[in-house]
């Protein structure tokens, strides 16, 4: 069961990256979180991949007042993202003809959700962004969609301050990405482990509440 869930983890954050890069190359806008990396990029002159590598940390330090605890998949999804973002962005080239431009977008929404499914239903811990905002909503008592909301506005108004790629592709990714999610998420879950027959449900319940959520 760990194979397939550290594979499927794998696969979805390669799956991740390499959408975003496609997000990027079809040049219609990308999703809040990805404008702020972007802009930071074009500012600082490093590669998008590394802004979203650095940023990832530099969240993950937030964490620490919120009382989070990382799994193996939020550490690997702070750094494989970035690194298949770099190298999709080399083996992908930009297009400039529109009809190329919306299929690149429309590929890109459809993979990112493939992705999010694939990484989210492996188990293994949330990503920095998420896990900053399911702290937040844990420790202010605040509802997901006022914290969610507050957090992607802040980061798309300045990363579109700091020249960040706004569009269509922002608008398109906000309201098709949590439906694709839904569908596909249960497709990718790792189910719960089975309790041995004769072993303790209490004990194994506990283990159970005990793991990362995704």
């Known amino acids: 069961m760990m194979t397939r869930r550290i ?26 979180w990805d404008v702020f990396h972007q802009g930071v ?35 690997a999804n702070a750094v494989l993202v970035g690194l298949f973002a770099d190298l999709g962005l080399w083996l992908i080239p930009a297009v400039s003809h529109l009809g190329g431009q919306i299929a690149m977008l429309a590929g890109a929404v459809i993979l990112n959700g493939i992705a999010s499914a ?6 293994l811990g949330p990503g920095a ?3 900053l905002m399911t702290g937040l909503v ?8 006022l914290v969610r909301t507050g957090i992607e506005v802040t980061v798309l108004a300045v990363g579109l301050l700091l020249g960040g790629s706004v569009g269509v592709g922002t608008v398109v990714y906000a309201l098709a990405i949590g ?22 449900p209490g004990r194994e319940t506990a283990t159970t509440e005990a793991a990362p959520a995704a």
């Open 179 to 200: 439906p694709i999610v839904q569908v596909l998420l249960p497709r990718f879950m790792v189910p719960e482990p089975v309790p041995a027959p004769g072993s303790d």
């Open 138 to 145: 844990r420790r202010t008592g605040w509802s997901v969609r």
């Open 41 to 75: 990029a074009t500012k600082t002159g490093f590669s998008i991949g590394v802004v979203v590598i650095a940023v990832s940390f530099i969240v993950l330090l937030l964490w620490i007042p919120l009382r989070q605890m990382p799994g193996i998949g939020t550490v």
């Open 129 to 131: 962004r998420d896990g």
């Open 7 to 32: 594979t499927q983890l794998l696969i979805g954050l390669a799956l991740y990256g390499i959408s975003l890069a496609i997000f990027i190359r079809a040049g219609l806008g990308l999703d809040p």
């Open 118 to 123: 694939c990484y989210i239903g492996a188990r």
